[in-house]
């Protein structure tokens, strides 16, 4: 939905360059970003010259700025400000646990159907063995389809087994699902650094696509300007359905255009 507020002519721009425009008023707007994709330019990825920040200043000089954290590889639902005064308000509201947050991911193996994973993680996870101070982080994990697939990873086993979740993070650590997810050994298929390498190279032939299976499926909070309640979505992209149709699945898949919270 796009108020009186967005120039329709820069939505459909935004659109041409990749960025489609989900959701806008005079305040906020939230983008469908695809994996692949630096929301800015980083020390960390200095050789990528291209990024979200940088496609949205060459359609316009709009003042904008990103609200919450999306990583390169990931793909979904990323809300900008559209004034120093939103950034602010949205911001805290992140910070104070305001806003819900879901993710869609394939994982290595049948998780637990519903599990809490509570593991303190290092600020940097480049860097977590240098006694720098643990932060508390929360992981909810929610199994919602199992399939297993009929080709070996190692010698052990004939098949391989993968699962759907869905994932709420209660705070926003850098990579906390990814890290989460491996501390519970049911590493995010496709995570070259937090992952398994034969794993996201074998789901990569069966499936047709190599990428990090995590997708920033939505956001329910309360609108800091309006007090309107808003829950908004980022329905998942094509390889998502070619995922779901390589089962056969075990359990019925959820309907991947409503995130579950």
Not at 116 to 122: E, F, Q, R, S, V
Not at 168 to 194: E, F, M, N, W, Y
Request: proline content about 9%; aromatic content about 6%.
């Amino acid at each position: 939905m796009l108020d009186s507020s967005v120039d329709m002519a820069w939505a459909d721009a935004a659109h041409a360059a990749g960025l489609p425009l989900l959701w806008a008023d005079e305040h906020l707007c939230v983008l469908h970003k695809p994996p692949a994709l630096l929301v800015h330019r980083s020390e960390l990825d200095n050789r990528e010259q291209d990024s979200v920040m940088d496609r949205l200043r060459a359609l316009s000089t709009d003042w904008l700025a990103p609200v919450h954290r999306l990583d390169k590889a990931t793909s979904g639902l990323l809300m900008l400000a559209r004034s120093p005064e939103a950034a602010r308000q949205m911001g805290s509201l992140f910070e104070a646990g305001g806003v819900s947050k879901a993710y869609l991911g394939l994982v290595r193996g049948w998780p637990a159907e519903q599990q809490l994973i509570d593991y303190p993680l290092a600020r940097d996870p480049e860097l977590p063995s240098t006694g720098q101070p643990h932060l508390e982080a929360q992981t909810e994990l929610q199994r919602l389809a199992r399939v297993e697939w009929p080709f070996a990873v190692d010698a052990r086993h004939a098949s391989s087994r993968y699962a759907l979740v869905c994932a709420r993070p209660h705070q926003g650590r850098r990579h906390q699902i990814r890290r989460h997810a491996k501390a519970v050994s049911h590493p995010l298929v496709g995570d070259t650094t937090h992952g398994k390498a034969p794993h996201n190279h074998a789901v990569a032939r069966h499936v047709g696509t190599p990428r990090l299976w995590l997708h920033a499926w939505g956001l329910r909070f309360t609108h800091p300007f309006t007090a309107q309640p808003l829950r908004l979505t980022a329905p998942p992209g094509p390889e998502w359905q070619q995922l779901c149709a390589s089962g056969p699945w075990l359990d019925p898949l959820p309907a991947l255009d409503t995130p579950l919270f």
